[in-house]
């Protein structure tokens, strides 16, 4: 760190707590969009939100642990659409939205936890971008498709209640985007076949 941005640092006001874990955050998000996952450091977070590296490492001891965090904050849960609806709206609004944020810092952060995962250090931690979130609210969509009196199973296992989110960030790592052609197909041809009766 140069003198200059040293002396700005001393006189920056101190942060703590949810303040600084937004800033930190925040830092995070600017960096995954400008230079990706593979070029975002704990020194470039640091010096983006105008902290040290302790403060940081004190909350997330890995680069990896800190992408989690911030894809985690990205991913928010879209709010479903308003009644009346039906079974395949509220999927259509739902995969739209997760995509969407798939398309920005959140995906970047998801493809570096994909490859960090890969390696010893990260094995394992893929689960903990969504936890559990997306397939709770699956969970919700067809809960408010059975209040509407839609035919829906209600024997599905937990793994095949991870098929819509797992398809669609499969699609997104292998292709880079997720179009809504593909959002259609996805529902048509292979989310309600599986969730209908027979």
């Known amino acids: 760190m140069a003198g200059d941005d040293k002396e700005s640092f001393r006189n920056r ?4 707590g949810a303040a600084l874990e937004e800033a930190i955050i925040d830092a995070v998000t ?16 640091a010096r983006r939100a105008g902290t040290g590296k302790v403060a940081i490492y004190r909350r ?22 308003p009644e ?4 395949r709206a509220d999927l259509v609004a739902w995969l739209t939205a997760v995509a969407g944020q798939m398309a920005g810092p959140a995906g970047e952060a998801f493809r570096g936890i994909v490859a960090e995962s890969l390696t010893h250090v990260g094995r394992g931690r893929l689960a903990d971008v969504t936890r559990g979130t997306s397939l709770e609210q699956f969970r919700q969509i067809l809960d408010r498709a059975r209040q509407r009196g839609e035919p829906v199973r209600d024997d599905l296992t937990p793994m095949q209640e991870r098929v819509p989110s797992s398809l669609l960030q499969h699609h997104y790592l ?12 996805l529902i ?11």
């Open 30 to 45: 600017a960096e995954l969009t400008e230079v990706g996952y593979a070029g975002m450091t704990m020194e470039s977070v």
């Open 188 to 198: 048509d041809e292979v989310v309600i076949p599986l969730i209908t009766p027979l």
């Open 13 to 16: 006001p101190r942060r703590r």
């Open 60 to 81: 997330w001891p890995t680069r990896l642990a800190l992408a989690i965090e911030a894809a985690y904050r990205l991913m928010d849960l879209p709010e479903p659409p």
């Open 174 to 185: 292998t292709h880079h985007l997720v179009d809504q052609d593909y959002i259609e197909h």
């Open 84 to 87: 009346p609806s039906t079974l």
